[in-house]
Structures are given as structure tokens and as C-alpha cells.
């Protein structure tokens, strides 16, 4: 599985830490975040990560920033992505399951590394349940998407 990093300036130390859990597991990782402490807008790293989700050049993303808070805003703004914000592995694991997130953001202010590295594990790890039910709230979303694009 091919998968996209992203960071801000607030992230940079986690998102490393968080590259090589990934690497040891044998995933091929592409890291699209800042590796400096400038300053770096968390739209920006969003939606660098938010593209190559879109344009299928890595499965699922990762998004860093200091709460998880913003980058997640960032990254849902942008068509067919659905992220989630969280700080803990269950919501990564049903987030996956029900809502076929594509995108999962933390914070690096909020959560440790080994809780990061269990918020990946479940998410990388856990497929779409693809039952009508959740289908169809998806696909409701994305009619939301649809309706919305012009206003
Ligand atoms: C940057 O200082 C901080 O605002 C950003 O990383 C993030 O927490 C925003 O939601």
C-alpha cells in the first residue's frame, strides 16, 4: 500500500517518527509535509496531501498538524476526500469502516508517538465495511459535495 504524509511546522518531529513506524512496516510512504520548522500553513500541507489522494498517486493519507484540527478542515474542503480527525485508534478503525475516510489527521501537540503510531496501525489496517447502510451515507455525502460546487 502506497501512502501520503503531511505535516506543518508544529509536526515536523512526529511526522518523522511516524515515517519510519510506517517504513518498518513495510509500507511505501511519500512524504509531502515540511522537514523544517518555518513556518508552513497547514491549507497548504492539506492540500498537497488532499491532491495526491485525489489524483490516486498514494491509497490513504496522513495529515499532522498542532491539534489535527485544522489540516482535517483543509483536507475536507477538497472533493472526494473524507478525513477524519481524531486522537485515538477506535475512531481511525470505524472511520475507516463506516465513513471510507481516505485521510486521517492528529495533532502533535495532542497525542504521544506510540498513540500515533496505534491511530496509523488501525487505520491503514481496517477496510471499508461496504454494506448498503454505510454505501449509501457515503454516497450521500458525495451528493452534498455535488450540490454544493458552484455556491
Ligand atoms: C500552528 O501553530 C497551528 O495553528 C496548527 O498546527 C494547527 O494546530 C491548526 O489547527
Same mark, same amino acid.
Given at each position: 500500500?502506497?501512502?501520503?504524509?503531511?505535516?506543518?511546522?508544529?509536526?515536523?518531529?512526529?511526522?518523522?517518527?511516524?515515517?519510519?513506524?510506517?517504513k518498518?512496516?513495510?509500507?511505501?510512504?511519500v512524504?509531502?509535509?515540511?522537514?523544517?520548522?518555518?513556518?508552513y500553513?497547514?491549507?497548504?500541507?492539506?492540500? /498537497?496531501?488532499?491532491?495526491?489522494?485525489?489524483?490516486?498517486?498514494?491509497?490513504?493519507?496522513?495529515?499532522?498538524?498542532?491539534?489535527?484540527?485544522?489540516?482535517?478542515?483543509?483536507?475536507?474542503?477538497?472533493?472526494?476526500?473524507?478525513?477524519?480527525?481524531?486522537?485515538?485508534?477506535?475512531?481511525a478503525?470505524?472511520?475507516?469502516?463506516?465513513?471510507?475516510?481516505?485521510?486521517?489527521?492528529f495533532?502533535?501537540?495532542?497525542?504521544? /508517538?506510540?498513540?500515533?503510531?496505534?491511530i496509523?496501525?488501525?487505520?491503514? /489496517?481496517?477496510?471499508?465495511?461496504?454494506?448498503?447502510?454505510?454505501?449509501?451515507?457515503?454516497?450521500?455525502?458525495?451528493?452534498?459535495?455535488?450540490?454544493?460546487?458552484?455556491?
Amino acid at each position: 500500500m502506497r501512502v501520503g504524509i503531511s505535516n506543518d511546522h508544529a509536526a515536523v518531529e512526529l511526522k518523522f517518527s511516524v515515517l519510519e513506524h510506517l517504513k518498518e512496516k513495510g509500507y511505501d510512504v511519500v512524504n509531502y509535509g515540511t522537514d523544517t520548522h518555518e513556518s508552513y500553513d497547514y491549507p497548504v500541507a492539506g492540500a /498537497t496531501l488532499a491532491k495526491a489522494v485525489q489524483n490516486k498517486e498514494v491509497d490513504l493519507g496522513i495529515a499532522i498538524c498542532g491539534t489535527g484540527v485544522g489540516i482535517s478542515i483543509a483536507c475536507n474542503k477538497h472533493k472526494g476526500i473524507r478525513a477524519c480527525c481524531c486522537s485515538e485508534a477506535t475512531s481511525a478503525r470505524l472511520t475507516r469502516e463506516h465513513n471510507d475516510a481516505n485521510i486521517i489527521c492528529f495533532g502533535a501537540r495532542i497525542v504521544s /508517538t506510540e498513540l500515533a503510531n496505534d491511530i496509523v496501525d488501525a487505520f491503514l /489496517t481496517t477496510p471499508f465495511s461496504h454494506g448498503e447502510r454505510h454505501q449509501k451515507r457515503v454516497d450521500q455525502i458525495a451528493a452534498i459535495e455535488k450540490e454544493q460546487n458552484g455556491i
